[in-house]
């Protein structure tokens, strides 16, 4: 059985985050969290006198209120949209923290497998790719986080690219995920290396390669090389070239990953409107 966390702020992205969720998990016993947190209210009070008996204007749970009403309107948003699946249990959580530690607490106390997150996309004059608190819990949050862009639709992962500058190794107990995938999907792994400019592998990068090439060599998949002067760009060409259906991502790779969403403007590049993808931790 496996446990997924589902952070919901009630938005259409979030909503479609959990829809993607329940069809990509149709198959598997699952228990799935859905994690509202109530945002702490930072007011410092100075230098004011207060008689004892003012009660507090806004009390917990006044504040929490209509966040529960909200989640059992998912429950039952899920209930008519899905059919009643065995395979599935939900809980409500509704915590008031900061978000970072909200999510970190659940990912411990409940031993969750995978996060499922919802993005946006463009959002302000930067037009950044990850949202903040996407952003955040990719990088902060040790535990694999599946990212759902608002445009994404769930179909069968026949295509799945997993871009590596293969100078890190990892460890099957990383790589497990993208096994899962393949074995449940039935779908061709395309591990893809791009360099700005054409470079011989060096050794580090050759035995990588090989323990790769090795672990999946029961699955489809393929090697890519390639060569472009902007990585991001070079991501969104291929990947609209093979039809990608999800990017694989290890967080070990934090550099090669900030190249490629971190630091790129959504009019340079547009596959994370519509391509979820998976962020593997170790």
Known sequence: ?????????????????????????????????LLH?????????????????????????????????????????????????????????????????????????????????GTKGASGLKKLIIGSNTADIITKVKCNTLVVPENATFKSLDQIAFPTDLLQFYGITTLAPILENLEQFNGTLNIVNINK????????QEKNKDFLE????TYPHQFHFLTHTKIENGINTFVKSKNIDMIVMIAKSLNYFQQLFFHSKIEEISYQTDIPFLVLHE
Not at 214 to 217: H, L, V
Request: aromatic content about 12%.
């Open 1 to 33: 059985m496996k446990s997924i966390l589902l952070p919901t702020d009630f938005s259409e992205n979030s909503w479609n985050a959990i829809a993607y969720a329940l069809r990509y998990f149709s198959n598997t016993t699952c228990t799935f969290y």
């Open 197 to 204: 400019k054409e470079v011989n592998l060096n050794k580090d």
């Open 37 to 117: 947190v109530n945002p702490i209210t930072e007011v410092a009070i100075t230098d004011i006198d207060y008689s004892y008996n003012i009660e507090p204007l806004i009390t917990e749970e006044v504040q929490t209120k209509p966040a529960r009403k909200k989640l059992n309107g998912l429950l039952k948003k899920i209930a008519i949209q899905f059919s009643n699946n065995p395979k599935h249990s939900f809980f409500t959580i509704n915590d008031t923290d900061f978000f970072i530690d909200a999510v970190r607490k659940q990912v411990l106390e409940k031993k969750i497998d995978l996060i499922v997150m």
């Open 214 to 217: 090795d672990y999946f060599s």
